[in-house]
Nanobody, 120 residues
Framework: QVQLVETGGGTVQAGGSLTLSCAAS????????MGWFRQAPGKEREFVAA????????YYANSVKGRFTISRDNAKNTVSLQMNSLKPDDTAVYFC?????????????WGQGTQVTVSS
């Protein structure tokens, strides 16, 4: 199991940027794929981005491709999500997740979430 704690959420104007960070503990981190998901009010949780355990492969939802960048630092047990050109539709609670591989259905450890609000 991997324990996850997200930081970096907040309120930003449309067009602005935020960086989310996720600190992980547990021996399994360095062999885990990592991902970010989000859940907007009244909607189901959706996949945002994922990165393989080596960091060599990344995956993005179409809605964020070209605007968001996922990265990881295995030496520091952290994963980050750089979010640029933010839109009001990006408003949601963002969750960090860990799993056996980058497919969205394979994530089984979750953080508590951090709120991101984008004002128009």
């Amino acid at each position: 199991q991997v324990q996850l704690v997200e930081t970096g959420g907040g309120t930003v104007q449309a067009g602005g940027s935020l960086t989310l960070s996720c600190a992980a503990s547990g021996r399994a981190f360095r062999r885990s794929a990592m991902g970010w998901f989000r859940q907007a009010p009244g909607k189901e949780r959706e996949f945002v981005a994922a990165i393989s355990w080596t960091g060599s492969s990344t995956y993005y939802a179409n809605s964020v491709k070209g605007r968001f960048t996922i990265s990881r630092d295995n030496a520091k047990n952290t994963v980050s999500l750089q979010m640029n050109s933010l839109k009001p539709d990006d408003t949601a609670v963002y969750f960090c997740a860990a799993g056996g591989d980058p497919r969205p259905s394979k994530f089984d450890s979750w953080g508590q979430g951090t709120q991101v609000t984008v004002s128009s």
